[in-house]
């Protein structure tokens, strides 16, 4: 009966237009990943889903929305940068696969010649660029973590209970994670330091949610917001980007 009378409607995260700034440093900063990733739905034994493997969308890349950057494509050298040592290659490789796994290899494979075998010793790893002053890796991404509670209170635990009980008259609220890190590596791939953020749509629950989709941060499809969502932390990163680094890029290499 819930089924029939329940319906969803998801709020985005977004960020005012004031943190969405560019400072055209005379740096070349080139953009790797920044491809939204999800993970793949299987079932087990009993039939209960569980989330196993991550996937990449290369469809819907965020690097255009990092102003003061370009995509990897534009600094790639048919020869091996000679100033990237293979260690520093491999923890960059790993430092991606590590999370979107191998849907992760045809982002890398634009400018990095690899071969991985347990044994790293035997590892190949060469980074084929040239003229770059800053590599940045970006990572956004839905958390594991399931769906939990908006209020994760005694009260909030209450009010989720009132809402069944109202046949969801009286709407619930639980949040859907959404979470993002971006790496900062030197000309040489060493890495600097990363931004990390952890955000959140909000879902919420009740036979009267289409009153609440006449907001542009609400809809009816968690996959759009949770793009939308993705979309603003990418924003707030090259804000937060440029307001630590303004002054950096003002100083001799």
Same mark, same amino acid.
């Given at each position: 009966?819930? =089924?029939?009378?329940?319906?969803?409607?998801?709020?985005?995260? =977004?960020?005012?237009?004031?943190?969405?700034?560019?400072? !055209?440093?005379?740096?070349?900063?080139?953009?790797?990943? &920044?491809?939204? #990733?999800?993970?793949?739905?299987?079932?087990?034994?009993?039939?209960?889903?569980?989330?196993?493997?991550?996937?990449?969308?290369?469809?819907? !890349?965020?690097?255009?929305?990092?102003?003061?950057?370009?995509? /990897?494509? !534009?600094?790639?050298?048919?020869?091996?940068?000679?100033? /990237? =040592?293979?260690?520093?290659?491999?923890?960059?490789?790993? *430092?991606?696969?590590?999370?979107?796994?191998? $849907?992760?290899?045809?982002?890398?494979?634009?400018?990095?010649?690899?071969?991985?075998?347990?044994?790293?010793?035997?590892?190949?790893?060469?980074?084929?660029?040239?003229?770059?002053?800053?590599?940045?890796?970006?990572?956004?991404?839905?958390?594991?973590?399931?769906?939990?509670?908006?209020?994760?209170?005694?009260?909030? &635990?209450?009010? *989720?209970?009132?809402?069944?009980?109202? %046949?969801?008259?009286?709407?619930? +609220?639980?949040?859907?994670?959404?979470?993002?890190?971006?790496?900062? #590596?030197?000309?040489?791939?060493?890495?600097?330091?990363? &931004?990390? #953020?952890?955000?959140?749509?909000?879902?919420?629950? *009740?036979?009267? &949610?289409?009153?609440?989709?006449?907001?542009?941060?609400?809809?009816?499809?968690?996959? !759009?917001?949770?793009?939308? $969502?993705?979309?603003?932390?990418?924003?707030?990163?090259?804000?937060?980007?440029?307001?630590? #680094?303004?002054?950096? %890029? +003002?100083?001799?290499?």
């Amino acid at each position: 009966m819930f =089924t029939l009378i329940r319906c969803s409607s998801y709020e985005s995260y =977004t960020v005012p237009d004031l943190k969405y700034t560019q400072i !055209s440093p005379e740096r070349k900063i080139a953009l790797v990943g &920044f491809l939204p #990733y999800n993970y793949l739905m299987q079932k087990d034994r009993q039939g209960e889903l569980y989330r196993s493997s991550a996937t990449i969308d290369y469809k819907n !890349s965020m690097k255009l929305l990092f102003l003061d950057g370009k995509d /990897i494509v !534009s600094y790639v050298s048919r020869n091996g940068n000679p100033k /990237i =040592t293979r260690d520093n290659c491999l923890d960059f490789v790993y *430092s991606y696969l590590n999370v979107v796994k191998d $849907s992760g290899q045809m982002e890398l494979q634009k400018f990095i010649d690899y071969e991985l075998t347990p044994d790293l010793s035997k590892s190949k790893c060469i980074v084929k660029t040239v003229n770059v002053d800053f590599y940045i890796l970006g990572i956004p991404g839905k958390s594991i973590n399931p769906w939990r509670n908006y209020d994760e209170s005694i009260f909030g &635990f209450f009010k *989720s209970a009132f809402s069944v009980l109202t %046949f969801f008259i009286y709407p619930t +609220k639980q949040v859907e994670p959404v979470n993002a890190s971006f790496h900062i #590596y030197d000309s040489n791939l060493n890495l600097i330091e990363k &931004f990390e #953020y952890q955000k959140h749509v909000i879902v919420t629950t *009740s036979w009267w &949610f289409n009153l609440n989709l006449d907001n542009n941060r609400v809809s009816k499809d968690i996959i !759009s917001s949770i793009r939308q $969502s993705q979309e603003s932390i990418t924003k707030e990163f090259s804000y937060d980007f440029n307001v630590k #680094y303004k002054k950096k %890029f +003002k100083e001799p290499i």
